[in-house]
T-cell receptor, first 108, second 114 residues
Framework: LAKTTQPISMDSYEGQEVNITCSHN???????ITWYQQFPSQGPRFIIQ?????VTNEVASLFIPADRKSSTLSLPRVSLSDTAVYYC?????????WGAGTKLIIKP | NAGVTQTPKFQVLKTGQSMTLQCAQD?????MYWYRQDPGMGLRLIYY???????DKGEVPNGYNVSRLNKREFSLRLESAAPSQTSVYFC?????????????FGQGTRLTVV
C-alpha cells in the first residue's frame, strides 16, 4: 500500500491561492489520489479525486504529473473557513492510507 | 436524509467493560468502514465491509469485532475495553468501494477508557 508524505503545516492569508504538495512514490497502477478536508471534531469531507493530469471542481484543482509520484492540491482564493487539516490519500483495494495530514492555517 | 449516523457521540468506559458502537446509513452504499483517529494523527482502518454479510480486517483490528447485519447497519464492538482504545471512532461509507468516488463520514464517537 502506497504511503503519502505531505507538509505538517502551512500558513497563508485570505484571498491567496494555496498549493499543498503530496508525494506518493510507491503508487500502484490502479491507485487513485484523493484529498479530504477535516475540521476539528468532525469527520473528514471529500474535496477532490484524480488519476492523472488535472482535475478541477467547484472548490479545488488537483494536478498530477505523468509519473504520478506526487500530486498538488490547489485551493483558489482561500478564506478563514478553509483553516483545517488536509489529507492526501492513495486508495486501493478497499483501503485508504491516511497520513497525519497538513494543518492549513489561514490568517486575515 | 441523515447520511451516516453514529451512536453514541460520547462514551466513557472503565477498563474491561464492553460496548457496541452503532453506525447506520441511508445512502445505499455497499461498502462500510470503521476507522479510529488518535490525537494529531490520520485515520486508521479497523474493519471494513464490502457488502452485506461480509467483513474484513483493516490495519488495526485487534481488540475489536464487527457485524454487518444488513445493508444499512455496521456495528463495532469492544469486548474488553483498554485505555489504548481511547480514540475518536468514525464510520464511513462509499469510497474506496468499487464504483464509489467519495467516502461519507459520520460525526464520530469520542470514546474514553479509564
Amino acid at each position: 500500500l502506497a504511503k503519502t508524505t505531505q507538509p505538517i503545516s502551512m500558513d497563508s492569508y485570505e484571498g491567496q491561492e494555496v498549493n499543498i504538495t503530496c508525494s506518493h512514490n510507491n503508487i500502484a497502477t490502479n491507485d487513485y489520489i484523493t484529498w479530504y478536508q477535516q475540521f476539528p471534531s468532525q469527520g473528514p469531507r471529500f474535496i477532490i479525486q484524480g488519476y492523472k493530469t488535472k482535475v478541477t471542481n467547484e472548490v479545488a484543482s488537483l494536478f498530477i504529473p505523468a509519473d504520478r509520484k506526487s500530486s498538488t492540491l490547489s485551493l483558489p482564493r482561500v478564506s478563514l473557513s478553509d483553516t483545517a487539516v488536509y489529507y492526501c490519500l492513495v486508495a486501493s483495494n478497499y483501503q485508504l492510507i491516511w497520513g497525519a495530514g497538513t494543518k492549513l492555517i489561514i490568517k486575515p | 436524509n441523515a447520511g451516516v449516523t453514529q451512536t453514541p457521540k460520547f462514551q466513557v468506559l472503565k477498563t474491561g467493560q464492553s460496548m457496541t458502537l452503532q453506525c447506520a446509513q441511508d445512502m445505499n452504499h455497499n461498502s462500510m468502514y470503521w476507522y479510529r483517529q488518535d490525537p494529531g494523527m490520520g485515520l486508521r482502518l479497523i474493519y471494513y465491509s464490502a457488502s452485506e454479510g461480509t467483513t474484513d480486517k483493516g490495519e488495526v483490528p485487534n481488540g475489536y469485532n464487527v457485524s454487518r447485519l444488513n445493508k444499512r447497519e455496521f456495528s463495532l464492538r469492544l469486548e474488553s475495553a483498554a485505555p489504548s482504545q481511547t480514540s475518536v471512532y468514525f464510520c464511513a461509507v462509499g469510497f474506496p468501494g468499487p464504483g464509489d468516488t467519495e467516502a461519507f463520514f459520520g460525526q464520530g464517537t469520542r470514546l474514553t477508557v479509564v
